[in-house]
């Protein structure tokens, strides 16, 4: 998944005209949400918000091509929350965390201003997703790690600081596939909001 993904953006860059494309890098942190999640037991039945989370702390990468009003990027990204509780009992010691490695569209808007730049967002790619859950009664510690499908969309708004400098301000949800482990199958999103800089060349 992450040779084709890179495969694409390539293909992408050497597609593209090279005097009217710019390269940039960019960096980002803030704060995830991950949303409750329903919980498919092994025996069929279905907990509705069997499974909370504590506030994680995404963050990521990019490099990717300008032009004009269009930007594309190949992005990875990691975040890890803490559950709160599973199955309305208090679970320390457990803990999802998602890599992610996506390929992001981005359209800036033209609202006829030389600093600001409102845009928004949509990508498709991959996250490896690694449920630890800590030891109880029944059931000793265990770490369990897969990778599924992902997709994303946002908004946001960058500032321009220089020339080269953008600050960006954001809002993604990002929404991987189901994932399981030894006690079931879950349901996954995250609201996440982040802030970050974007450097082009």
Known sequence: MKKLLLTALIA????????????????????????????????????????????????????????????????????????????????????????????????????????????VMAGLGGASITAKNAADILHPAEEISTSVFAWQIGAGIGVKATDNLTVDLGYRYLKPSKFSDSYGEYTASSSNILAGVRYGF
């Open 12 to 119: 992408g860059i050497s597609a593209a005209p090279a005097l009217a494309a710019t390269p940039y890098v960019s960096g980002s942190v803030g704060i995830g949400f991950f949303a409750n999640g329903d919980v498919k037991n092994p025996d069929g039945t279905t907990s509705s918000d069997g499974v909370t989370y504590k506030t994680g702390v995404p963050f990521g990468g990019a490099i990717g091509l300008k032009q004009e009003a269009f930007r594309v990027e190949a992005a990875l990204g990691y975040q890890t929350n803490d559950v709160k509780t599973f199955e309305g009992d208090a679970d320390p010691g457990s803990s999802v965390s998602t890599f992610t490695y996506m390929v992001n569209g981005y359209y800036d808007v033209d609202v006829k201003s030389k600093s600001i730049s409102p845009y």
